[in-house]
């Protein structure tokens, strides 16, 4: 069974760097056709996607936060991370990481692989406040 | 980016109900769509991936239908455990994935 959790500093100074690490487990972040990604939900409101990481490092970002994200993985220790720099109050919210499932689904009309998260893990909440 | 629009936005139904939740695209995503639960203070959990496909494990009173712009997730029968609030999200644009605001389903 695929678990994930996340792990980091619950609070965070403004202009400060947000730092998270993912670790998985029941399954390898190195293979397999996953990505895996990071999302977030501030309090009392809905999700957005930060972005994406492939075991070869190849990364995909959020445009409204590219500026500011980078992400990594560690395979020797089955993990991937996330940064944020500058971060301001509006980057407050619980922190998820999934794992991003790729497949193909025989469906009429398909242009290409399907994908959706599944596992999550159980997030971490981020506070940015002095 | 694709916007994604829920409505109702929340709800008030009986154990037993027929419940349907309605999800709209801002352009066509086909069926690039998937829906997740979210309990309080839980993570979300999927339920329908490529907008018709049933998660392993979900119970089959869960069913989602639609393509390009117009999607719906339907509980045939609502039970207790049901009482949450749910997300669609398009994966059609692999850029950036975008959610819908959610939809609270709530005891009358």
């Known amino acids: 069974q695929v678990q994930l959790q996340e792990s980091g500093p619950g609070l965070v100074k403004p202009s400060q760097t947000l730092s998270l690490t993912c670790n998985v487990s029941?399954?390898?972040?190195?293979?397999?056709?996953?990505?895996w990604s990071w999302l977030r939900q501030p309090a009392g409101k809905g999700l957005e996607w930060i972005g994406r990481?492939?075991?070869?490092?190849?990364?995909k970002y959020n445009p409204s936060l590219e500026s500011r994200v980078t992400m990594s993985v560690d395979t020797s220790n089955n993990q991937f991370s996330l940064r944020l720099t500058s971060v301001t109050a509006a980057d407050t919210a619980v922190y998820y990481c999934?794992?991003?499932?790729?497949?193909?689904?025989?469906?009429?009309?398909?242009?290409?692989?399907?994908?959706?998260?599944?596992?999550w893990g159980q997030g971490t909440r981020v506070t940015v406040s002095s | 980016d694709i916007q994604m629009t829920q409505s109702p936005s929340s709800l008030s139904a009986s154990v037993g109900d027929r419940v349907t939740i309605t999800c709209r695209a801002s352009?066509?995503?086909?069926?690039?769509l998937n829906w997740f639960q979210q309990k309080p203070g839980k993570a979300p959990k999927l339920l329908i991936y490529?907008?018709?496909h049933l998660q392993g494990g979900v119970p089959s009173r869960f069913s989602g239908s639609g393509s390009e712009t117009d999607f719906t997730l339907t509980i045939s029968s609502l039970q207790p455990e049901d009482f949450a609030t749910y997300y669609c999200?398009?994966?059609?644009?692999?850029?950036?994935?975008?959610f819908g605001p959610g939809t609270k389903v709530e005891i009358k």
């Open positions: 999200q398009q994966s059609y644009s692999t850029f950036h994935f975008t």
């Open positions: 490529a907008a018709s």
């Open positions: 352009e066509s995503i086909r069926t690039y």
């Open positions: 999934a794992r991003e499932v790729e497949d193909i689904v025989v469906v009429p009309g398909a242009v290409g692989p399907y994908r959706w998260f599944d596992p």
């Open positions: 990481i492939y075991a070869g490092g190849s990364t």
């Open positions: 029941g399954d390898s972040v190195s293979g397999g056709s996953y990505f």
